[in-house]
């Protein structure tokens, strides 16, 4: 029925109320139909929701606390939220004990449940700096340095970087590895595409002490930065979905505009990365600035044929990706606009040239150029 059962949901609420009311006789019994039916409403709900459905919300936080097979529908239904009100889920109210309440999950749930945690993350932010901007970027940066959020993943990537340049009998296993590391970085490069300066700021406040034994001492950003750009650039080769790698490229390449000497003297490994990124979504015998990740209109993403009813949180998700970066951005033609911020902060193209592109192999240059970008 769709958005056309949108009448009917006021008989159901109460039943799905008491299900997953925490104390609830009727808990053990109904939880998992009540979910999946509160999942299910908020598919074919339209905007905007009723104050009957936006009062369930803050059940979520006891069931995340379950830790239960149910963990993942509780959080595809905050994703749901998200999408259908996401001013109501920014509010104080929602929003701390929400991020409380995934901070809590960081380290201790499966590769596939990490993914929905970290997703959900993704969409807090970009729902955030749609709706405020910057300075709403600023407050979830906030929330992600209170609840530890943050600091638990940057304290995993760091364990990842050591045990990446050990070898031999001193090997570790990496604390996180594979898709969950990407998980990770991904969230890392959400928030740098919100806001360069404040990504910088969140890490300089949340990044490990070097050594972990040293509590007393707050790294400097450029030691921080040095170990996770080292690790995020060696994972690149293991993240299989060029629409992460292509996220990521835009976030790395975003830091130039902050002229810092630790992403400029990165410039080889990002010479790499462009000349990869753009090799692989290029079209074929296309222009310059092609880009298979783009769509042109947003009808592209339709899953159903135009004219056949979808639910109303399909189109909130197809506008969602739509709105991407991602998926709108041209990735030359944005390589081409932070490069060119980079050269005129040096002191144009000669001080860049002497300053920071001689450092990088000759072969790299001339590969990146043969793209023909600038």
Known sequence: M???????????????????????????YLLDDALDLWANILIQTPAPASPELLQLAPYLFSIFELGSENLRTALDIASSYFLLAPSEMLSDEMRKPLMASLSNLVGYVKADASGTVNNLVELIIRSAERIGGESAIGTIAGDLIESDFLRKQLRGLHGSWVAHCTTGPLAKDPPVDGIVETDYFSVLARLAMGSENIFLQAVQAAAPPIPLSDTTNQPSLPDSMKWLLEEWFSHFENIGDPSRRKLMCLALTKLLSTSQPFILGSLQSLMTLWTDMVTEIREEGGAVHSDTLVYENADQLRTTEAGVLEAPEDERRRE???????????????????????????????????????????DVIAAFGELGIM
Do not use: C, M
Not at 2 to 23: D, Q, Y
Not at 329 to 356: D, P, S
């Open 320 to 362: 969602l990706t739509f709105a991407d970066p991602v998926h709108n951005v041209r990735t030359t033609q944005w390589i081409k606009h932070y490069l060119q911020i980079a050269i005129q902060a040096a002191g144009g193209q000669e001080t860049f040239q002497n300053e920071w592109l001689v450092n990088v192999d000759k």
């Open 2 to 28: 769709k958005a056309a059962s949108v009448p009917f949901h006021h008989l159901v609420l109460p039943i799905i109320r008491g299900a997953v009311e925490p104390g609830s006789d009727t808990q053990v």
